[in-house]
Nanobody, 124 residues
Framework: QVQLVESGGGLVQTGGSLRLSCAAS????????MGWFRQAPGKEREFVAA????????YYVDSVKGRFTISRDNAKNTVYLQMNSLKPEDTAIYYCAASDSIVIVTIHTGYDYWGQGTQVTVSS
């Protein structure tokens, strides 16, 4: 069992930045590939970014490439999502998730554990 707790969300103006954190507890954090998803009101949950177990590979949805960066610190059991040049369309609840997979996973059904989410609101 893995428990995930997100933090760092908030209200920011267009063009601003936020850094989300997701602290993990329970089983060995380094055995999990990690991902970030988001869900806006009335929309389905959307993949945002993922990172493999060893931090060697990352993957992003096209809409955030060049603006968001996913990283992890296995010593701190934490995964991060640095979000720059934020846009109103980035407004959503952001969730981190852990996958017992040796490769990056981009679909939500591939993840075994989820956090409770953190709200990100970008004002125009």
């Amino acid at each position: 069992q893995v428990q995930l707790v997100e933090s760092g969300g908030g209200l920011v103006q267009t063009g601003g930045s936020l850094r989300l954190s997701c602290a993990a507890s329970g089983r060995t954090f380094s055995r999990y590939a990690m991902g970030w998803f988001r869900q806006a009101p009335g929309k389905e949950r959307e993949f945002v970014a993922a990172i493999d177990r060893s931090r060697g590979s990352t993957y992003y949805v096209d809409s955030v490439k060049g603006r968001f960066t996913i990283s992890r610190d296995n010593a701190k059991n934490t995964v991060y999502l640095q979000m720059n040049s934020l846009k109103p369309e980035d407004t959503a609840i952001y969730y981190c998730a852990a996958s017992d997979s040796i490769v990056i996973v981009t679909i939500h059904t591939g993840y075994d554990y989820w956090g409770q989410g953190t709200q990100v609101t970008v004002s125009s």
